[in-house]
């Protein structure tokens, strides 16, 4: 039973009980580089050796002997049955822990063995487990129970299911960083999207004498949105969204997908704001469009194109450019993944070795030992460790000398993002502040994203009344209804009831306003009768009540005698 992970670590388990008939049968905790039969590995045993005592075993390097230290060296002659076994690991360093099951839960860990710095185990992939040998060919059969894996959650090599996987830790929705459990932020459980700003949304455009339909810029396609800014040339423009998803939002980046056609005709420069149900405005982010100082631009030639993208990126088979509203200082951090916007002065690698300095072939350019990442490797900053001389044989038997530089990857973290240092809004006003050519009547782009998060949905208002679920409020026990008509008479007094009969008669009114809309205005009167008992046990209904108005307006009349209403 084991698990793949990464950096520091600790594993702890009970081993309850051990059955096995082998004398060199053990059950216990094993760190090991691989899967490898004869990988290098640490170890914490309860052997069947010496009467079920500890003992801690290690292999340095591949294909090495296994060295054991057992109890003999320790003089602890008392065995047990059920014990606690722990290995810690931290950098390169390896420690193995035992403890009686007896003692109280509070009771101090005994080292045990050697405390060993073995390199050879990698600190980015290795292997971590409950191992159970029966050291002969009968079976062995382990009892093991809390199986606890705990480790630092913010080193920047652990992964998603690593961090799944100990005890303590808790991997964020949104980001999918690695948290201890405890100092998860709130943010992390908001649902991340592409655009908070949905195509079903309330768009004004302002500063446009003619435009197109403002949901254009947010139908996720590429049809494109079009203002005719004849009138508004020196007047700015843009659009203000009300959300139809009725959620507060956090807007953490702006995307504009270029349009068809007109480079000339793009936004070059930004202005978004945010408000909460129709207070003042708040600036959330402006400036330039990293677009802005290019001589050209591909266009999105294709229109109706359907726009897939992410809450992390924009859609790659078309041409946007975005923003970030976060902010990082790069003397602390580098970007996701390559890191090579790394400032800082980090200098050991991360199994602890001194970086050397750079090499002038190396092309830094400073006489420093800095973790950085000049060529682009994958895993993000590192720096040399030590120089290795090769001689090679040549064809003019004569031997070539070059020296080999040894690296190694740095535990330089990543920057991560933080949305809770940003306001969430209800509603959002962009104003184009910038054109590429001034001059231009037209402003044209594709689509908008503000890629961010969505706050809980909405919960719908709670009344406090008590009563009964009915069909209809207009007619039932209880209950009486009268109505009143807007712009309309009753054909015959016979049908003025049939509007709420509970049946499919049919309810018919003449309209007197071929311009105004038709429709009932119904006033409730709702009886409760509240027992009251009177002291001479006689009893009466009191009628309290308490009244309410319903409105149905009809916006609009279909048929062929537009001047008359039906209605079952």
Not at 39 to 53: A, D, K, L, R, V
Not at 92 to 121: C, E, H, R
Not at 404 to 430: H, R, T
């Amino acid at each position: 039973m084991y698990l793949e992970t990464s950096g520091d670590a600790t594993f702890t388990v009970l081993i309850e009980d051990f059955e096995a008939s082998s004398t060199f049968a053990k059950v216990g905790i094993m760190f090991r580089s691989s899967l490898s039969q004869n990988s290098s590995h640490y170890s914490i045993f309860q052997s069947n050796e010496n009467g079920n005592q500890p003992v801690q075993q290690h292999r340095t390097c591949m294909g090495c002997n296994t060295t054991d230290y057992n109890t003999t060296k320790y003089s602890i002659q008392r065995s047990y049955s059920s014990v606690w076994l722990r290995v810690t690991k931290v950098g390169s360093v390896f420690k193995a822990f035992y403890k009686p099951s007896y003692l109280a839960k509070a009771a101090p860990w005994y080292p045990f063995g050697y405390q060993l710095l073995l390199d050879t185990i990698s600190s980015n992939d290795y292997f971590v487990g409950v191992a159970t040998v029966s050291g002969s060919t009968s079976v062995a059969t382990s009892y093991v129970s809390n199986i606890q894996l705990t480790r630092t959650c913010s080193n920047k090599f652990i992964t998603r299911l690593q961090c799944d996987q100990a005890s303590n830790c808790e991997s964020g929705t949104v980001s999918g960083s690695c948290y201890n459990s405890d100092d998860i932020p709130s943010w992390e459980s908001l649902a991340p999207v592409a655009n908070i700003l949905d195509s079903g949304s309330s768009v004004v455009v302002f500063g446009c004498r003619i435009s197109s339909n403002g949901n254009l810029a947010l139908d996720m396609t590429t049809d494109k949105f079009v203002c005719d800014r004849t009138d508004y040339i020196n007047q700015t423009t843009g659009l203000v969204i009300k959300l139809s998803h009725k959620r507060l939002s956090i807007a953490e980046g702006l995307r504009v997908y270029s349009s068809n056609e007109c480079f000339q005709c793009d936004p070059t420069a930004y202005k978004l704001e945010g408000r909460v149900n129709g207070t003042s405005w708040v600036v959330i982010s402006s400036g330039d469009l990293p677009w802005k100082n290019v001589s050209s631009f591909p266009r999105n030639s294709i229109l109706s194109h359907d726009i897939v993208s992410t809450y992390a990126s924009g859609d790659t088979s078309l041409q946007y450019v975005d923003v970030s509203f976060h902010s990082h200082n790069f003397e602390t951090c580098g970007s996701f993944p390559l890191q090579s916007d790394y400032l800082g002065a980090t200098s050991s690698t991360t199994s602890g070795l001194t970086c050397m300095l750079w090499p002038q072939a190396a092309g830094i350019g400073d006489d420093n030992n800095f973790c950085t990442n000049p060529d682009g490797k994958p895993g993000g900053a590192w720096c040399y460790t030590n120089t290795t001389v090769v001689t090679t044989d040549t064809t003019d038997s004569t031997n070539s000398t070059d020296a080999v530089f040894l690296w190694e990857y740095c535990d330089v973290p990543y920057c991560k993002n933080n949305p809770g240092a940003l306001n969430a809004y209800s509603d959002y006003k962009i104003t184009w502040t910038g054109i590429r050519n001034s001059s231009t009547l037209l402003l044209q782009l594709a689509e908008i994203e503000v890629p961010g998060l969505l706050g809980e949905e909405g919960i719908m208002p709670r009344i406090e009344l008590e009563g009964e679920f009915v069909q209809s409020v207009l007619v039932g026990y209880g209950s009486t209804a009268d109505f009143t008509l807007e712009n309309g008479v009753i054909r015959s007094p016979s049908e003025n009831t049939r509007v709420n009969d509970r049946s499919t008669n049919k309810f018919e009114m003449i309209l007197t306003n071929s311009t105004a809309p038709p429709g009932l205005w119904f006033s409730l009167i709702i009886y409760f009768f509240p027992l009251l008992l009177l002291l001479v046990l006689n009893t009466f209904y009191h009628p309290s009540f308490r009244h309410s108005c319903i409105t149905i307006t009809w916006s609009g009349v279909c048929g062929d005698r537009p001047s008359y209403l039906h209605s079952q």
